[in-house]
């Protein structure tokens, strides 16, 4: 495992208020987009510059013209250049309005940094914590990280991990290297990303692939669920047998697209739903798990392989927490 991580990274940081201003009289910024904040759209921008000031305020005030590009009003969906002179008018966060990560999230994420260079982050995510907020939870990792590092100015998600998922998450500190690396992504070159994942039953030796097509629903109730269908995007993971245990297999997984919960939906179209999943698995295969002490999924990003835009690669191991490799030496005394 690489592990550059330069003197003090992974420490606790001062944290700031998450409000925009924190003096009586606000007054108008002048800010020059550079090449690294090119490209983005103003709304985007925005959000992330002003944080803590809820998306409804930023959008309006782009509406109403307060924001201007080189003087002149701009629709929210306007992309930035190199060069281009922003107006950002007074804006007030009231405390209430305020978000601050708690600390007990900061706490779990001091000291997750597996990997750090100039432009690159990658932290081993712990399980429980979403990785931003939205629908109904109000600070994720990426807000937290923004919190404990306010010299950073461009971090952002490169990827996304489940809230019950842990292990390797990819943070950018410059566009560039978001940019660089989402397209690695789409392209599927240069990122592999290997998980383990312990399944219910006895995964076959000869299941290496589920090519299952996958296709997106939202309930009534909002919540969103993955099924297989005809109709859904081609998708496929390839599985390797690590270890066979009691009434249960732990396997590797590559995903070799990227769709929502992909894994652990072609786990459980393979008959072998990931243990500990309430939404795609059984109650009564969660009871192996829940006699071997472990009450959320076992699922785990446990290494990252990538090409960077200078031809250097990284090969990064999360190693398993310890609440999953209990839970296989409990399976393994069974």
């Known amino acids: 495992m690489i592990n550059s991580v330069p003197q003090g990274a992974g420490s606790r940081k001062p944290i700031p208020e998450c409000s925009v201003s924190q003096g009586p009289t606000p007054s108008v910024r002048w800010i020059t987009i550079d090449g690294e904040e090119a490209g983005q759209r103003l709304d985007n921008y925005l959000s992330r510059l002003l944080k803590g000031v809820p998306k409804t305020r930023v959008y309006r005030i782009i509406r109403k013209g307060e924001v201007r590009v080189n003087k002149k009003r701009v629709t929210a969906d306007y992309r930035l250049q190199a060069a281009d002179t922003l107006r950002i008018p007074p804006v007030r966060v009231t405390e209430k309005e305020a978000t601050r990560a708690p600390v007990s999230v900061m706490d779990k994420l001091a000291d997750t940094v597996l990997y750090e260079d100039a432009r690159l982050l990658i932290i081993n995510k712990p399980a429980g914590l979403a990785v931003h907020g939205g629908s109904g939870i109000n600070c994720g990792v990426i807000e937290a990280l923004r919190q404990m590092r306010p010299h950073e100015k461009h971090l952002e998600l490169v990827h996304r991990l489940d809230r019950d998922t842990s292990g390797c998450l990819m943070i ?34 000869r299941r290496l692939m589920v090519k ?25 993971t390839r599985y390797r047998v690590l270890e066979r245990l009691r009434n249960a297999t732990l396997v590797e997984a590559s995903p070799l697209t990227g769709r929502t919960h992909q894994i652990r939906v072609h786990c459980q ?53 310890d609440d999953l490799q209990k839970v296989l030496k409990n399976l393994n005394n069974d």
């Not at 950018?172 to 399944?199: D, W």
């Not at 500990?276 to 290494?303: E, I, P, W």
Request: aromatic share 4%.
């Open 172 to 205: 950018a500190k410059r566009r560039s290297m978001l940019c660089h690396l989402h397209g690695q992504l789409q392209q599927r070159e240069g990122v592999q990303k290997l998980y383990h994942a312990l399944v219910a039953g006895r995964w076959p030796a």
């Open 212 to 236: 299952s097509p996958l296709q997106k629903n939202t309930l009534r109730s909002g919540e969103r669920m993955v099924r297989v269908h005809p109709e859904g995007k081609t998708s496929r």
């Open 269 to 321: 179209d393979a008959g072998h739903a990931i243990l500990g999943d309430t939404k795609y698995g059984s109650d009564a295969n969660n009871t192996v798990l829940q006699q071997a002490g472990l009450r959320r999924l076992f699922l785990h990003a446990s290494s990252l392989g990538l090409t960077l835009a200078d031809g250097k690669t990284l090969n990064i191991e999360a190693p398993l927490p």
